[in-house]
Structures are given as C-alpha cells and as structure tokens.
C-alpha cells in the first residue's frame, strides 16, 4: 500500500503532496472526492515536515518517515474539515470549505474517514513492530488532546488567566507538532532523550506557532486580514494579544474588549475594536514578544542531535512559525 | 493505564462497562462530562462480545482482548453520536442524544475525541509488538469503510438494485463485525485461516444484524416503534424490506413507497405508508428470511473452532441478531 505512495523523489513535500493524491484517485467516487477535497490547496505542511526532520535530525530516512507524516497531515486536515463545520467558516485554503461545497453531513464523514485513514496508513506503512504501538499512541493521544483542548477553549473568556489559554493552545496545537516530533524521533530508534528533546522542541514551537496565529490578524494591513481572523472574532473568541491587553491595557482597552467579545457587535465590527484595544495596550507586542521567546527556546533544544542539516531545517520551521503571513 | 480497566472479574459485558467507566471519570471535568454521556446507556456490546468470544474461540483469553473489544465499541459509540447529529436525532439510548444535549459542536468534538482514544487503547493495551499492526489496521480500515458506506448509503434510492444495498450494509456495519471478529483471532495468535473463518462469521452476521435491524420498525407493534424507525423513515432511507417490497409488491405497493420516499409525507405518515407496502407485499417476510439466511451461514462459519464453548457463545450472538425487539 505505502509503496505506492510516491517515494524516492527526496524532496519530503512533494512526497506528501504525491501520496495525497495516489490515495484518493477514484474519478467519479463521491468519497473519494470528498477526501481529495479536504486535502487538496495550499497547505504549509508545516508538522510533517516538523516530523520528516525529526526523524533525520537521529539518523532516519524520508522514505521511512513518510506514512507517520502522512498521518499527523490528516490529522490536521480532519480538524479542520471539523473546525469549519463548528466555526461556520465556509472558505478554507481560499476554497471552498468541505461542509460549504457538500454539506455537514458529508464533511463530518469525511473528518472522520481521515481519522480512521492515518491509522491505517501508521499500521500499514511497513515500521518495525516494535515502534508501531508508541508511533499510534502518540499520534492517537495528540489528536484526543486536541479534542479536549477545544472543549476547554469554549470556556475561555476575555478575562481568563493566562494559564488557561497556555492549556488550551498546549492541548489544541502543541500536541499535534510535539507528537509529530516524538514520532519522527521514534521511528528510527531515537534515543529516549532524543524523543524527549525533539518532544519538547515540537511543544515550544506549536505553542509559539498558536501565539503568532493568533498576532496573524492585527499584523497584516486590514485588506489582507482573511477568514481565520474573523473567524476567532465572529465566534468571540479571546486570543493571545486580546488576553494580555485585557491584562495589561487601560481601562478603555477592556472596555472595549468587553463589549467586542459580549457579541453584541457585527463580526468586522468586534474584529476592529479588538484591533484597537491589542495596538492600544501594547498585548500585540507583548503576544508576538512570547511567540518569538517560546520559538527560541524551541531552537535550544536542537543543539545536541547529531544531523546538524535536519536540525537546521527545524530550526527554519520554528522561524517561519513567528515569521509569516497566513 | 490498561491495567486500570477493571479486568479480572470474569464477566466480558461487567468488564467492559467498568472499563467505560474508569477511563473518563474526572467529575466536574466538561470534557469527561461529554464522554461519559456517549458511552452511557444499555448498549448491547455485540461487537466487543463479538470480538472476546472470537478470541476464546482460539485460545485466547478475555483479559488479553480487552482493550481491542473497548476500541471497536468506542468505535461504534463514535458513529452514533455523529450519525445522530447527521439524522437529527434527538434520543439515543431512551436519552438525550450528544448533540442534543450539549450541542452539535461539542457533539463533533466528543465523537472525534472517542475516535482518538480508541486507538491509544489499543496501542497501550499491552498486546505483542507483532499483532498491534495488524490490529490497528482491522480496526481503522472498518471505521473507513463505516464512512464510505455512509457516503453510499446517502445516494441509495427505492429502486436501488440490491447489490448497491448490500454493499452498503458491507461497509456501513458488517466491515466492524468483520473486523471486531478478526481482531479477536488475531491478538492471541489465531491462524490465518481461523482469522479469515472468523472474519466471515463476523461478516455474515453483521449482514444479518443490518438486515434484521431494518425489519425492526415492521415488527414490533406501532406503540413500541421507536427513534430508529421513525429516524430512517424522516430521512427517507429505503432499507432492506422496503427495497424488497418494491421489487417483488404489485404496483399499488410501489406507488406507496414512491410517495412516502418523496419526501412528501410527515415521518409518521411515511412509516405508516411503508409499514403497508412491506406487510401486503411479502417485502417484510423476504427481508427476515434473507436475514436468517445470513445468520445461518455465520453460523456455519463456527464448526471448526477449538474452543467449542466460545463459538456456542458467538452462535447465540448470532442468533438474538435476527430475534430482539431493539
């Protein structure tokens, strides 16, 4: 099964990118199509190449990474297929969304058919036995952390502790890149420091990856602020630079966050106060400050691997996590 | 973590409950709240049964296949709770569905979340690093095929030829028997051919499960027809005797399965109108029969077992697949 997943080309994106396609190529099958879809548009795959390296980073190859990575790919699609069908969000990728272009029926199937699918490629993907059970487990536990994470998000207010919101992006981003590290690390007989080590250098980068997603919106000039900035407003949803200006602003800046996030307004309406109030305060800079502190202690963890080429690599995904535009 | 889940009593359907209970037991904790509620209820654990007797069968034991029997239920929980939202059913189980409860979001979320767990489950439940793989596999390809047959079942009409039916059964629910029963004989070392007999135990009576089921609405008196009939009926589904109905009633049978499946009707009036085309036309008689048949030939699948009690346990589950009123 895997071997037909375009190995041996080397470039590890355009190797996920070929599996994706080989995997749903049935023309004229509604599922099929409903997965190709979903996995289709310009993502960043941002955590399998995260994984890819990490198994280079202790000495592993591509090709023996590549269905891990796969994985932790549709993990993050699946979320998304399912995020969109809670936010309302109807555009994707500068696409359709699965639920806008085949309802929510189809697209909760379609998640859940991803789900199942990274299983399947873990388990068929020709690893050593030994590694399959620890590779499952912290794919599978990765992705139940992001289930709890966006059930504790919903309780986040604008007054939350900061804690909180560390928790939330812990459980509903980190885990996904830590886990995908630890894999990578795993997979090739990694030392149990050097899973650790990468482990935490996938947690310091996810949470700087959330804090900088969330700065996203109020960095980029108004024209260019696209659907995952209003949709954070539109669902009143208390960010990382709204939290520390809440903290830290005046009281006109929580005057304004509060009426912003009670929902009283229309979503570019609440978008714009919360502009106001995160420039205002200072918590824009203070968000993208704790971004950039949470990337650089991603990077110390990569001075001891022994692939400094991989290592390098990874630390050039750290920097695009608070160094980008979408 | 699997040792927690109260083996050692003896009794598969205590263990099993016991188990749901211990894994989600953080009281005032929302997201265990939400899992709690999933798992609750009388289910009848048919496919955890199904996959421990399918294990002793073969030698094994019933400790050894816990954790794999708690994943295929989670599995099944997981479907439901999605399927609920998908139908726009309100009860489940005599209670408040998910969604209904505590909304479609969260309702996502906790389906997605059981989806993730279940494979930690079995990826930490101690089983020899040679059948974690294989295991793996049985379990994710079925909860791929599971949504497959839900995208087919969506384009299933009245007139639909009785192979697309029973393709749709295949995936929809006889794939997790198959694959509940060849996980069972693969976790204590069964032989590739007491796999592929179980696997086709599994699969005939999941056929004959799916069949009967179809039936139930038809057979109980109206005062006792519950959420399943009425929700197939609202979703204009046409099911096994339905399709037999319009196949082999005369033409004023047909008329009435037209109309009701037009959407024309309130869900009541449709049931009512379907329950008169299967009776007056032998639809409803042919369907029990061809579910009977199933059954009898899983039975047949069971002859050559070692373990003799463990596949008179299997028959039984068989033969309450084509004789309950739920």
């Known amino acids: 099964m895997i071997e ?24 004229g099958d509604r599922f099929d199509e409903l997965i190709r879809h979903a996995l289709a548009g310009p993502g960043k795959l941002v955590r399998p190449l995260a994984l890819i390296a990490s198994a280079e980073a202790v000495g592993g190859s591509v090709d023996s990474a590549l269905p891990a990575a796969i994985a932790v790919e549709y993990l993050h699609v699946a979320s998304l297929v399912h995020d969109d069908i809670i936010d309302g969000d109807d555009v994707r990728r500068g696409r359709p969304s699965v639920h806008a272009r085949y309802g929510t029926a189809d697209a909760i199937v379609t998640g859940d058919a991803l789900l199942f699918d990274l299983f399947v490629i873990v388990a068929e993907g020709g690893l050593p036995a030994d590694v399959v059970a620890p590779v499952v487990a912290e794919i599978a536990r990765a992705g139940n952390d992001l289930c709890r994470g966006q059930v504790l998000e919903s309780g986040l207010k604008h007054d939350s502790a900061l804690e909180d919101y560390l928790e939330v992006a812990g459980l509903k981003t980190a885990a996904l890149f830590r886990a995908a590290c630890r894999a990578g690390a795993l997979l090739d007989g990694g030392s149990a420091e050097q899973v650790d080590l990468l482990g935490s250098y996938g947690e310091h980068t996810g949470i700087a ?3 900088y997603d969330d700065c996203l919106p109020y960095l980029a000039d108004s024209s260019r602020v696209g659907k995952p900035a209003v949709s954070d407003a539109a669902n009143l949803r208390p960010t990382w630079p709204v939290l520390l200006a809440y903290r830290d602003g005046e009281p006109k800046h929580r005057r304004l966050i509060e009426t912003a996030l009670s929902g009283a307004l ?31 202690r991603a990077r110390a963890r990569l001075r001891e691997l022994p692939v400094a080429a991989a290592a390098t690599r990874l630390a050039g995904i750290t920097d695009r996590a608070v160094d980008r535009d979408r």
């Not at 997943?5 to 749903?24: E, H, N, S, Y």
């Not at 305060?281 to 949470?294: I, K, V």
């Open 4 to 27: 037909t997943l375009g190995r041996g080309t080397g470039d590890p994106t355009a190797m996920i990118r070929d599996a994706f396609v080989r995997r749903c190529r049935r023309e």
């Open 209 to 211: 990856f959330q804090m």
């Open 266 to 296: 229309p979503p570019e309406e609440t978008l714009r106060s919360l502009r106001v109030a995160v420039l205002a305060s200072g918590g824009l800079g203070s968000a993208c400050r704790s971004a950039r502190e949470h990337a650089g």
